[in-house]
């Protein structure tokens, strides 16, 4: 006797893997999920905690505060926006409303873990075009491999894990080559933390134009990852499309208010960006004069690409008090944290290389 039997594609989806958590607080720092460091503003925590009151109800379906004031923020209308538990989930919505049974998706490798997954989820085939040498997104490469069957391409900037933003320059030109019928989605989930002039906000590439969507987060620099909330700008059919195929009632009423209370003291929260970014700048620095070869990051994290010695270097920083977030035989990813977790960093990775 047989049971069911699920698409057999699902073979094929990769297994996401968390960042580890720290055993402790008072053993380890967490550096694994490019989480933000601080705590809530007191704004944003008292903005939740009186929303939880509400919890014997439904939260609102159609999220209109949160859009009102996403609209205002970003000066975009209503109806090019879409609102998701996360960017992630916004960007499964988005590949189920454009993807049937064999189109493809093309991104760029390593990048986000959950590209492969959301992609063989709709149904789609991953396209996987190799990053180059120096981490970067290989833009003519990505454009050559567009076919008829190419539903959308995905620029993820500045690239999880490896750090690189994309230059503005490049992605225009990329998005000139991009036929009209193909998505240009661009992930801009730490662009809070972009900081080289030569990038260019994705939203201003989003306007005028029919193919390009863009996809933020309150995860990372809002310091939200554990409400789940994300949105995508995007042509209204687009938006429409994301919205039609959303899990209803998916954003709760708590991760709404303290999306929009974070709106509300963006000014303190990108204050609390520009300490990590000064953080980063220390590493980086830290990190090449020690003799690492490190690729430019526009992120909250660094990447050391070591190959072999990933996992090594994953469990002697675990040892040393930091959780690192390692991809076997390619490289470990570190979030920038506290500067005592910074220090900590600098401090394993000097001595593994002596080892
Ligand atoms: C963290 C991250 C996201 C956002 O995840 P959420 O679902 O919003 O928490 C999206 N894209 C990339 C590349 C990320 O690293």
Request: charged share 20%.
């Amino acid at each position: 006797m047989t049971g069911p039997v699920v698409r057999p594609a699902l073979d094929s989806i990769p297994t996401y893997v968390p960042g580890r958590p720290a055993a402790s607080a008072a053993q380890a720092y967490k550096l694994s999920s490019n989480e933000n460091p601080y705590p809530p503003l007191p704004g944003v925590f008292e903005a939740a905690v009186e929303a939880a009151a509400a919890m014997n109800r439904y939260p609102d379906l159609g999220c209109a505060d949160l859009l009102d004031g996403l609209s205002r923020r970003f000066g975009v209308p209503v109806d090019h926006l879409a609102v998701g538990t996360g960017s992630v989930a916004v960007l499964y919505h988005l590949l189920q409303a454009l993807v049937s049974a064999g189109d493809e998706v093309v991104y760029a490798w390593r990048s986000f873990e959950a590209y492969p997954i959301a992609v063989v989820a709709a149904g789609g085939r991953p396209v996987q075009v190799p990053l180059d040498a120096d981490a970067r997104h290989d833009l003519d490469a990505m454009a050559d491999a567009i076919t008829d069957r190419t539903k959308a391409v995905i620029v993820c900037t500045p690239n999880n894990p490896t750090g690189p933003a994309v230059r503005g320059d490049e992605l225009a030109a990329f998005i000139e080559r991009v036929p009209s019928h193909v998505l240009v989605v661009i992930d801009e989930a730490y662009r809070e933390f972009v900081r080289d002039e030569k990038t260019v906000d994705g939203v201003s590439l989003y306007r005028g134009r029919e193919n390009v969507c863009v996809l933020r987060t309150f995860s990372k620099a809002y310091g939200l990852a554990g409400f789940r909330v994300g949105f995508a700008i995007a042509p209204p059919a687009i938006a429409a499309a994301i919205r039609k195929v959303a899990l209803p009632f998916g954003v709760s009423h708590v991760a709404q208010r303290a999306a929009l209370a974070s709106l509300e003291v963006e000014d303190a929260l990108l204050e609390r960006v520009e300490q990590l970014v000064a953080q980063r700048l220390l590493v980086l620095s830290g990190l090449r004069e020690g003799g690492w070869e490190v690729p430019d990051s526009e992120a909250n994290f660094v990447w050391l690409p070591l190959g072999d010695r990933a996992v090594d270097f994953a469990a002697a920083a675990e040892k040393a008090g930091i959780m690192v977030r390692p991809f076997a035989g390619d490289g470990v990813r570190i979030t920038i944290g506290e500067p005592e977790a910074n220090d900590i960093l600098l401090r394993v990775a000097a001595e593994f290389r002596s080892t």
